[in-house]
């Protein structure tokens, strides 16, 4: 009897066990989103005991409301196509949250109502952009009937080589092979943007098996050449966006969080991004811009993490450049906007966006054409950042959020929520359940990969946006035809 009674006590949890694997194994999105969930909370939990604030709580909102979008793409996510608006909310918890549940010395000078403020405008917008993009839902149709796609089980070598083709391009840029007046930056669009797209569907397929070994290993191969090639030209954060966008890919797709190479990515970044000022310094000379061929690159990146090794050795308050905590965070230039709009700085009532009509004229037809970033320069001038000279060799970022707030106020972040929450949220609808290799789909992707640079103002977004279009639609043409969605099963997407 005794024994019995014991199997009965160890059977029962045993019991409860296997049914939570068995949960967490019927809806994995669902047990990943609370595995993370859970830690960003327990962040702030820890943050809030070591410093209970207004602040701090406020940052705690911040994530609340991120999370919300992705509980329910989780619970649902056929439903809802590609997680193009939980992603951009999730970055939210990156750029905002975390940065304002912390002591930088950049947010603490501000007041803890100050802070709060901020953080309840930034839940805020998350919290009406998660209304409008779960709205739209209602009001989108799925696609039926034929689509624009490429044939079933084809493409994968077409993107292989697409990827190489952006490396070619990087490769020319910093080595000073060729320019082309006028074409630079049409070419750089095609090129970029085309290998953005193929990191994602080739990210995307490996994840959910569909991929062969042999392509695995020249995707992988093509990958890493490309991120080397990007990393040369010391824009860390183009490189950063696209290994964050292949890993998002892989996981969309059904494959596990690749929690090794997380874990060797971040503290490299971190490396590099330190000794990035010293090297800029030395090959961003003005009027002298040192090229870097392939073959340099050993001597390139050892002296690049030397010299980021070397500035984190640095006592606390000598370093040169922000860590990389303090690159990621945009909430000091929240705090700034919001402590002097409207009454030091009346509010800029469109003036960022005065611009977008001027960038979306090739350059090849406007030699004069104002540079993608002339909103961010606006912005950079009008708060006293820096004076015209200056914007002509850095670019402070300021995110769409910022720029709503200092054109609007709360208005303005009112009206950015709800458009790109509508926007993210039809566009992701209207490639659910449709191939992979499809234009609908290829579009989502675009969408998908813009949504992770939060770090833009609108004429960047938009400028980007129109050039990835007219290049996926010229591509469409090419190598897509009309089929029927019935032709595609799930295994061929």
Not at 41 to 68: E, N, T
Not at 266 to 295: C, N, S, T
Not at 394 to 416: D, H, K, Q, R
Request: proline share 5%; net charge positive.
């Amino acid at each position: 009897m005794a024994r019995q009674l014991s199997a009965l006590a160890y059977a029962a949890p045993l019991a409860r066990e296997s049914r939570l694997v068995q949960r967490a194994k019927a809806h994995p999105a669902l047990a990943a989103f609370w595995l993370v969930g859970f830690a960003i909370m327990a962040f702030h939990v820890y943050a809030f005991a070591k410093d209970p604030s207004v602040r701090v709580m406020s940052a705690g909102v911040i994530s609340a409301a991120a999370l919300i979008p992705a509980y329910l793409w989780c619970r649902r996510p056929a439903s809802f196509g590609l997680p193009i608006f939980p992603l951009f909310a999730m970055t939210f918890v990156v750029k905002y949250a975390f940065a304002l549940a912390g002591d930088d010395e950049m947010i603490t000078i501000y007041s803890d109502e100050e802070g709060m403020y901020a953080g309840l405008t930034v839940a805020f917008f998350l919290l009406v952009g998660t209304a409008a993009w779960y709205w739209i839902q209602g009001y989108v149709p799925r696609a039926r009937g034929s689509i624009r796609a490429m044939r079933p089980g084809r493409g994968d070598y077409l993107f292989i080589a697409i990827i190489v083709c952006g490396t070619l391009f990087n490769l020319s840029m910093v080595g000073q092979w060729v320019y082309l007046e006028g074409w630079t930056s049409v070419i750089r669009a095609a090129a970029l943007g085309l290998s953005s797209v193929g990191i994602f569907v080739l990210s995307y397929r490996a994840g959910s098996g569909e991929l062969s070994i042999p392509k695995k290993v020249l995707f992988a191969t093509a990958l890493i050449l490309f991120l080397i090639s990007h990393s040369m030209s010391l824009l860390l954060i183009d490189v950063m966006a696209a290994s964050a966008f292949g890993i998002a890919a892989y996981v969309i797709g059904g494959g596990k969080l690749p929690w090794k190479i997380a874990i060797i990515l971040i503290p490299l970044f971190a490396i590099l991004h330190q000794g990035k000022e010293e090297m800029r310094d030395e090959y961003w000379e003005r009027d002298a811009y040192k090229p870097v061929q392939l073959y340099d690159y050993p001597e390139f990146v050892t002296k690049w993490v030397k010299y980021g090794i070397e500035e984190l050795r640095q006592p606390a308050g000598e370093t040169k450049s922000w860590t990389l905590s303090q690159r990621l965070t945009l909430v000091p230039l929240l705090l700034k906007v919001q402590a002097e709009s409207p009454e030091k700085y009346p509010y800029m009532n469109g003036e960022t966006y005065a611009v977008i009509p001027q960038l979306l004229v090739p350059r090849i037809f406007n030699p004069n054409k104002l540079t993608a970033h002339e909103g961010s320069h606006r912005l950079s001038i009008y708060y006293g950042l820096q004076t015209r000279e200056g914007t002509e060799t850095s670019t402070i970022a300021w995110g769409p959020l910022i720029e709503s707030y200092a054109n609007f106020g709360l208005l303005g972040v009112v009206g950015l929520a709800i458009v790109i929450g509508m926007v993210d949220g039809a566009v992701a609808k209207a490639a659910a359940g449709v191939p992979i290799l499809s234009l609908r789909m290829l579009m989502a992707i675009v969408f998908t990969a813009l949504a992770l640079q939060v770090e833009w103002t609108a004429g960047v977004y938009v400028s980007a946006l129109f050039q990835a279009t007219v290049i996926i639609w010229a591509t469409s043409f090419v190598l897509m035809q009309r089929r029927p969605l019935r032709q595609f099963q799930l295994g061929n997407r």
